[in-house]
């Protein structure tokens, strides 16, 4: 596992048991169409290829420079709605998903341009509440324009037809699974998750990192090496806006539609914040096992809960089955979600690796 | 001997403290000067005005010539001044390798200068892929001023180097320290403990209430012991 990853970033996981835990996650996640058939699961390694990859580009944000935005979900929103809008007007074909990146991901990166211009020259606390402001008022904008964005119902299209699933590629069955154009589509995305956060971890572990984890931890001292901390900060920020968009586009390749739910909610931003947090910030690798660990909790929990529910409430145990009552499985998150941060404060991966808690 | 940073009635302001109130101050080029002066008289306030950190309200500074109180304090640091803090100011997440190739130019590190560095202080390559946090605080100090070293700098402002030190650790700093003096480095150097700044220092600026109230060679007052009296209120036979 080492050598594998030192050519790519000079970063190794740094950790036996850290390195087991990713292998086996990304054996499963690129044999998922055909280890846990059907709909939910296949939609579940979807999701959570996505959350790994925009996970680790709001780490690049927040663990390695240490800047706090609120506006990931909204570059995220428009790599979704660029790709909807595009296959929307021009309908399903390749190009349209072309254009798509190639108007959403620059316009991401400009507008984190811009904001980073007026705000990330003061304290990133300003910039915090300007990042808020400025994705409220877009998903207002997005909601508004109904005319090109579908408003609260969103926009549902097409995808061409080498991605339907009803294409279907091998006639015969492969280890009882149907090879149609929805698993080109996952392995689209898991491809596409894979090299993102390839490119993530080289960006964190050039001397562009180390000059970004300097300005976290010190920008004066590294004001007085003659960095430029606020251009440093600026273009982290344009990056990880570039990236977001680029996981935007792909959740909205995957869904087949993108609406404000799905793209633009400050859920998906808090979600995205649990992440890193439970994973370890600044670690990158706390974003797969972060991500990984949240997804199915989101997706799985209920489910657990209504089962221990259930048992417990035929044997007659007391207080437990409305304990655990599926409709209670956020309570649950959140207890859980607070056990880590008690137990692990660098994260998952801070701990695996030795660090403090 | 022609000077290579001057300043000229520098006010410095902090929030509504006045700090500095019109710093005049030269040093020579390729000399060492000592800033002297009890605590709270504003030596570390003039090294963080030269670097930009605090922003001169008033005066001017200049550096070969050139106004750079003006300037940003990155704009400063890569006209050539290096600048090493009291506080052992490493990046602890960052080993000590990369702490030091921060401080080098275009990310490349000059073997022949890094072994110089190794021979003041080996620690440094022993703990080459340690954690910078992991270190001791005199470790510390060591890098904070190898980072400063590992470039070739026409000036550089030194705040405390030897503070809360251990005498072997403050040995191999005056060992460096001439050293690099002797390549022809110019040295600005807040110091407390007057055996150090005598060990070294070829001018001196002595500040009180945010002035420099006296300015000479360093051999004037290393002679003269009511000045020193007068001016720090030590001597160097209390000082042994």
């Given at each position: 596992?080492?050598?594998?990853?030192?050519?790519?970033?000079?970063?190794?996981?740094?950790?036996?048991?850290?390195?087991?835990?990713?292998?086996?996650?990304?054996?499963?996640?690129?044999?998922?169409?055909?280890?846990?058939?059907?709909?939910?699961?296949?939609?579940?390694?979807?999701?959570?290829?996505?959350?790994?990859?925009?996970?680790?580009?709001?780490?690049?944000?927040?663990?390695?420079?240490?800047?706090?935005?609120?506006?990931?979900?909204?570059?995220?929103?428009?790599?979704?709605?660029?790709?909807?809008?595009s296959?929307?007007?021009?309908?399903?074909?390749?190009?349209?998903i072309?254009?798509?990146?190639?108007?959403?991901?620059?316009?991401?990166?400009?507008?984190?341009?811009?904001?980073?211009?007026?705000s990330?020259?003061?304290?990133?606390?300003?910039?915090?509440?300007?990042?808020?402001?400025?994705?409220?008022?877009?998903?207002?904008?997005?909601?508004?324009?109904?005319?090109?964005?579908?408003?609260?119902?969103g926009?549902?299209?097409?995808?061409?037809?080498?991605?339907?699933?009803?294409?279907?590629?091998?006639?015969?069955?492969?280890?009882?699974?149907?090879v149609?154009?929805?698993?080109?589509?996952?392995?689209?995305?898991?491809?596409?998750?894979?090299?993102?956060?390839?490119?993530?971890?080289?960006?964190?572990?050039?001397?562009?990192?180390?000059v970004?984890?300097?300005?976290?931890?010190?920008?004066?001292?590294?004001?007085?090496?003659?960095?430029?901390?606020?251009?440093?900060?600026?273009?982290?920020?344009?990056?990880?806006?570039?990236?977001?968009?680029?996981?935007?586009?792909?959740?909205?390749?995957?869904?087949?539609?993108?609406?404000?739910?799905?793209?633009?909610?400050?859920?998906?931003?808090?979600?995205?914040?649990?992440?890193?947090?439970?994973?370890?910030?600044?670690?990158?690798y706390?974003?797969?096992?972060?991500?990984?660990?949240?997804?199915?909790a989101?997706?799985?929990?209920?489910?657990?809960?209504?089962?221990?529910?259930?048992?417990?409430?035929?044997a007659?145990?007391?207080?437990?089955?409305?304990?655990?009552?599926?409709?209670?499985?956020?309570?649950?998150?959140?207890?859980?979600?607070?056990?880590?941060?008690?137990?692990?404060?660098?994260?998952?991966?801070?701990?695996?690796?030795g660090?403090?808690? | 001997?022609?000077?290579?940073?001057?300043?000229?009635?520098?006010?410095?302001?902090?929030?509504?403290?006045?700090?500095?109130?019109?710093?005049?101050?030269?040093?020579?080029?390729?000399?060492?000067?000592?800033?002297?002066?009890?605590?709270?008289?504003?030596?570390?306030?003039?090294?963080?005005?030269?670097?930009?950190?605090?922003?001169?309200?008033?005066?001017?500074?200049?550096?070969?010539?050139?106004?750079?109180?003006?300037?940003?304090?990155?704009?400063?640091?890569?006209?050539?001044?290096?600048?090493?803090?009291?506080?052992?100011?490493?990046?602890?997440?960052?080993?000590?390798?990369?702490?030091?190739?921060?401080?080098?130019?275009?990310?490349?590190?000059?073997?022949?200068?890094?072994?110089?560095?190794?021979?003041?202080?080996?620690?440094?390559?022993?703990?080459?892929?340690?954690?910078?946090g992991?270190?001791?605080?005199?470790?510390?100090?060591?890098?904070?001023?190898?980072?400063?070293?590992?470039?070739?700098?026409?000036?550089?402002?030194?705040?405390?180097p030897?503070?809360?030190?251990?005498?072997?650790?403050?040995?191999?700093?005056?060992?460096?320290?001439?050293?690099?003096?002797?390549?022809?480095?110019?040295?600005?150097?807040?110091?407390?403990?007057?055996?150090?700044?005598?060990?070294?220092?070829?001018?001196?600026?002595?500040?009180?209430?945010?002035?420099?109230?006296h300015?000479?060679?360093?051999?004037?007052?290393?002679?003269?012991e009511?000045?020193?009296?007068?001016?720090?209120?030590?001597?160097?036979?209390?000082?042994?």
């Amino acid at each position: 596992m080492t050598s594998r990853f030192m050519p790519l970033s000079g970063d190794p996981p740094r950790s036996r048991a850290l390195s087991i835990a990713l292998i086996l996650i990304v054996l499963a996640l690129a044999l998922a169409p055909f280890l846990f058939p059907g709909a939910k699961p296949l939609n579940v390694a979807a999701k959570v290829c996505i959350f790994i990859a925009l996970a680790a580009s709001y780490d690049l944000l927040l663990g390695y420079t240490g800047v706090v935005s609120f506006a990931h979900t909204m570059f995220y929103g428009i790599g979704s709605y660029g790709i909807a809008i595009s296959l929307y007007s021009l309908g399903a074909r390749w190009d349209a998903i072309g254009l798509g990146l190639l108007v959403a991901l620059p316009t991401a990166a400009l507008l984190a341009l811009v904001i980073g211009l007026f705000s990330l020259r003061v304290q990133t606390i300003f910039f915090a509440m300007i990042t808020l402001a400025v994705a409220s008022a877009f998903a207002v904008l997005a909601s508004q324009l109904s005319w090109l964005t579908g408003g609260e119902d969103g926009r549902s299209f097409r995808v061409p037809e080498l991605l339907q699933p009803g294409t279907v590629y091998i006639p015969r069955d492969v280890l009882g699974v149907a090879v149609t154009g929805r698993t080109l589509t996952y392995y689209i995305v898991f491809a596409s998750c894979v090299v993102l956060f390839l490119l993530l971890l080289r960006v964190v572990n050039s001397p562009f990192g180390r000059v970004l984890q300097a300005i976290r931890e010190n920008p004066f001292r590294a004001e007085a090496l003659g960095y430029r901390t606020v251009m440093h900060r600026i273009l982290a920020n344009c990056i990880a806006a570039a990236a977001a968009a680029a996981v935007g586009a792909l959740n909205a390749l995957w869904l087949r539609y993108t609406g404000p739910d799905t793209s633009l909610s400050f859920s998906i931003m808090l979600d995205i914040l649990l992440i890193v947090v439970i994973g370890g910030m600044g670690t990158m690798y706390g974003a797969i096992i972060g991500g990984t660990l949240y997804v199915l909790a989101q997706n799985y929990l209920q489910a657990l809960m209504g089962t221990v529910s259930t048992a417990a409430g035929e044997a007659g145990i007391p207080i437990l089955p409305q304990l655990f009552h599926p409709d209670r499985w956020l309570l649950w998150l959140g207890v859980l979600f607070v056990l880590s941060v008690y137990f692990f404060p660098a994260g998952i991966v801070g701990k695996l690796r030795g660090g403090p808690g | 001997m022609s000077e290579l940073l001057t300043l000229s009635g520098v006010e410095t302001h902090i929030g509504r403290y006045h700090i500095l109130h019109g710093v005049e101050l030269g040093v020579p080029e390729g000399q060492t000067t000592m800033l002297l002066g009890r605590n709270g008289a504003g030596k570390t306030t003039t090294l963080r005005t030269i670097m930009g950190l605090w922003r001169a309200s008033g005066g001017e500074i200049r550096f070969g010539g050139e106004r750079i109180d003006a300037l940003s304090t990155p704009a400063i640091a890569r006209a050539g001044i290096g600048y090493v803090p009291e506080t052992m100011a490493v990046f602890s997440d960052l080993t000590v390798k990369e702490n030091l190739v921060l401080a080098a130019r275009e990310g490349e590190m000059d073997q022949t200068r890094l072994d110089w560095i190794f021979g003041f202080f080996p620690p440094l390559r022993k703990f080459w892929l340690s954690r910078a946090g992991t270190l001791s605080g005199g470790q510390k100090q060591m890098l904070s001023f190898a980072r400063s070293l590992i470039e070739p700098r026409r000036l550089l402002l030194i705040d405390e180097p030897t503070k809360g030190l251990a005498p072997a650790i403050i040995g191999a700093l005056i060992d460096c320290l001439k050293e690099v003096k002797r390549r022809g480095a110019t040295i600005l150097l807040v110091e407390q403990n007057f055996r150090v700044a005598q060990a070294i220092g070829d001018t001196v600026g002595v500040m009180d209430n945010g002035r420099v109230v006296h300015a000479g060679t360093m051999a004037e007052l290393v002679a003269d012991e009511a000045m020193q009296q007068r001016l720090l209120g030590l001597s160097l036979d209390t000082h042994q």
